[in-house]
Each structure stands twice: as structure tokens, then as C-alpha cells.
């Protein structure tokens, strides 16, 4: 049995359960980010109004995000998955039923709702922290890996189904305004069903035990040092990413270049499926090179290409160099996961996830508002290039500040 089934199969239910509900939630992620900065524009938002607004929504995501996860092992964490699912629903129900900026700034704050297409709210920090009780601790890594697999085809999956259903809608005699909110109407069912699938997790995915420490902040005590300083690289890791989060990139194609919505979530389809493989092919170069350099030196390349898609004289060009980035710019994510769970007590572990999410939100926050401005001021290519030169210089400070802190794998490796 190779590896990977191996770590499949090792799997409880409740980890099973916890790979399904990231793969509804990213999928309702997907639908709806593909069409979410057009269905602004037709409520009458301006480009620098849509920005700010994708920055409150992701500043809202980080003050949920602190707050569940700081009671989350108090109050539980099945409890607190469901106060988050809850949230999108309300975030869903509010962006269908209102065009009124400050409603849906109210909405945005308070509720879960993702420009990216990616991990937002209180979520991904309690699943980071559930799922190595799911599963044997050598197994870590490569069901990392899967998680992220599964995230990756599901947001391609949820592109490509609202792209084409909000075409399809048009095509049937819809207007734009109305296919649109179709669309984040069915995210708002996404929701429900999230709440169904939360709801059937066990007790075993709760702590199991706490041990009183005299020297404890935000849950944190042996590894406070490294948990900041990897939470300060992260922060500006998702900075430069939010200069470029989905919604947005979907927007910049139909500006740049006339895409449809059918395009778009074409487009966002193919990216996301080479997202998702390269995000299973980091397994194989971690357990070969080891989680840093796997994390570093497949990310500088995907960054240049980042840099060079707004630079093609035409739409095909650009996709191209778009799918070539996308096909190696997850293989950090799941080696990110597992060396942040590696080099901290496993009774840090959901602080720490937790601590290293929000510093990711709080990071990615004001970035859509100056892509917003630059879109505005017809800067189209400056949010490729900004976003590009910041991840590199990420790269680089990550690089040179954790290379010698190895997880227990490497170091028996090296005594081998």
C-alpha cells in the first residue's frame, strides 16, 4: 500500500467528516468568488467601493476568526464551527437581499464570506488543529496534503459552477443583477449544508486534555518565539496574495480583456485543479527536500509568474501564464500546515493555527482596497507586480529565519 492510501486509510470518521465539510465550504468559496466583484458592480458600487468593501470583509474574518478560536478548545470546537457556518449563512442572505453599501459592510464584518475563493473565518484553524487527532502523527504531511487537494478541487469545481450558471441564467432571459444573486443566494445554501456536516462530528475532535501553564499568551508558551515570527511572515505573505484575491482577478480578466462569466469560471477551474495537484506533489518534495525548501523554492517561481501575466498582449497568453503559476503556487500550502503543527507543542497546536489564520486575514485585509484604487486608476498591472515582489521577499526572509528549526522527521533524518 504506497503512502498516500496509507494516510487515507488511516483516517477516522471525524477526519473523513472534516475533509468533507472543507470540501462544501471552499466549493461555496468558489461559486460565489467568481462572480462576486461583478455582482457589486451591478448594485452600483464603484471599483475603489468594491475594494474597501473585500477589506472589511476580510478584517470582519479576522476579528471572528480571534474570537472563535480563542474559545474554541473551552467551548468546543464542533460548537464553534457551527457559529461559523451560521455566520455564512448571514453573510450569504444579507449580500442577496441588499445593494445598500453600509448594510453590506454590516454584513461583510460580521459575517464569513470570501473574495479569494479561499480559506477565510474561524474555520481552517480548528480543522488545522482537529486533524492531527484524525489521523497518526507520520501521516501528518500527506494528509495535509490531501486537505489541501480536496480545497483546491472544490473552489475549481465552485468556479466553473458559478461562472456557468450565472451565464446560463442570462442565456435563459435573466438580467446580470439577477444571475448574480442566484449565484450568492446558493452560497447561502452552501451554508446549511456545512451545518449538516458539522453537526455529525464526534467528541474526539475536542482537546482532551489541558495542562495548566504559568507563562501562557493566546494559548501559546514553549513556542511563542517561532509562532509569532512565522504569524509576521505570513502576514506579509497574505498581503501580497490579497492584492490579487480571486474576485478581483476574475474582475481584471472581464476589464483587461472582455471575459465572460463562463470564461472566468473556466479559467478558475483549470487554475484551482493545478493548484490542487501541485498542493499533493509537495508531499513527495517535502518528505525529499524538506519543508522549507519545498515551501521557498517552489513559491519564488510561481511569484515571477505571477509578476508576468498582466504583461501579455492577449487573453489566451494570460491564462496560460496564469494555469503555469497556479501549478505550483499551492505546494507551500499543506508543507506550511504541517511545519507550523511540527515545530510547536501538540497542546500549542490550535492556538497556534490559530494565531498564524488570523495573522494571514489581518495581513490580506487592506490589500483589496489599494487593488481597488490602482483598478480604479486604470494601474492594471500594479497589483500583479506589487503582489509578486512582496511573496518574493517573503520567500527569502522565511528562508533565512527557519531553516535551521527542523521538524522531529528531519532531525532523525540528518542522525540517520
Known amino acids: ?98 445593494g445598500d453599501p453600509i448594510l453590506l459592510t454590516i454584513a461583510a464584518i460580521l459575517g464569513v464570506i470570501s473574495p479569494s475563493g479561499n480559506e477565510v473565518g474561524p474555520f481552517l484553524s480548528i480543522e488545522q488543529a482537529s486533524l492531527p487527532q484524525t489521523a497518526p502523527d507520520q501521516h501528518r504531511t500527506q494528509i495535509f496534503a490531501w486537505y489541501s487537494l480536496i480545497a483546491s478541487f472544490a473552489t475549481a469545481l465552485g468556479a466553473l459552477s458559478g461562472g456557468v450558471s450565472a451565464q446560463a441564467l442570462q442565456k435563459a432571459g435573466a438580467s446580470p443583477l439577477a444571475s448574480y444573486r442566484a449565484v450568492v443566494f446558493g452560497y447561502a445554501l452552501l451554508g446549511v449544508l456545512l451545518v449538516l456536516l458539522i453537526s455529525r462530528l464526534s467528541p474526539a475532535i475536542e482537546i482532551v486534555s489541558r495542562v495548566t501553564r504559568p507563562s501562557v499568551t493566546f494559548g501559546l508558551h514553549r513556542s ?37 462569466p463562463a470564461a472566468l469560471g473556466g479559467i478558475f477551474f483549470g487554475a484551482n485543479l493545478f493548484a490542487g495537484v501541485s498542493a499533493l506533489a509537495a508531499a513527495r518534495m517535502a518528505n525529499r527536500f524538506g519543508l522549507i525548501n519545498t515551501m521557498v523554492w517552489t513559491h519564488i517561481p510561481s511569484n515571477v509568474l505571477l509578476m508576468l501575466v498582466p504583461l501579455m498582449p492577449n487573453l489566451p497568453l494570460a491564462i496560460a501564464l496564469l494555469l503555469a503559476r497556479f501549478s505550483i503556487s499551492q505546494m507551500d500550502v499543506p508543507t506550511r ?80
Not at 461555496?28 to 451591478?42: E, K, R
Not at 488570523?358 to 490602482?374: E, F, H, K, N, Y
Not at 521577499?393 to 540528518?414: G, H, I, M, N, T
Open 1 to 98: 500500500m504506497s503512502t498516500t492510501q496509507s494516510a487515507l486509510r488511516a483516517l477516522t470518521p471525524d477526519g473523513r467528516i472534516l475533509f468533507a465539510t472543507r470540501a462544501v465550504r471552499l466549493f461555496a468559496y468558489g461559486f460565489l468568488s467568481v462572480v462576486l466583484a461583478l455582482y457589486l458592480a451591478q448594485v452600483g458600487l464603484s471599483e475603489a467601493q468594491i475594494g474597501l468593501l473585500f477589506t472589511a470583509t476580510l478584517i470582519g474574518d479576522a476579528v471572528v476568526s480571534l474570537g472563535i478560536a480563542n474559545v474554541a478548545d473551552r467551548g468546543g470546537r464542533r460548537r464553534m464551527l457551527l457559529v461559523g457556518a451560521g455566520l455564512m449563512i448571514f453573510a450569504g442572505l444579507m449580500f442577496g437581499l441588499t
Open 224 to 260: 511563542r518565539g517561532v509562532v509569532m515570527g512565522l504569524a509576521g511572515l505570513f502576514a506579509l505573505d497574505a498581503f501580497g496574495g490579497g492584492l490579487v484575491v480571486q474576485s478581483l482577478i476574475a474582475y481584471w480578466f472581464h476589464v483587461r480583456f472582455g471575459a465572460e
Open 337 to 416: 500546515q504541517s511545519y507550523t503543527m511540527a515545530v510547536v507543542d501538540p497542546d500549542e497546536r490550535s492556538a497556534a493555527a490559530g494565531v498564524t489564520s488570523i495573522a494571514r486575514t489581518v495581513g490580506a485585509a487592506a490589500s483589496p482596497a489599494i487593488t481597488g484604487a490602482l483598478l480604479g486608476a486604470s494601474l492594471l498591472a500594479w497589483p500583479f507586480l506589487l503582489a509578486g515582489g512582496l511573496k518574493i521577499v517573503y520567500d527569502l526572509a522565511l528562508y533565512f529565519s527557519f531553516r535551521s528549526l527542523k521538524p522531529a522527521e528531519e532531525r532523525a533524518k540528518v542522525n540517520c
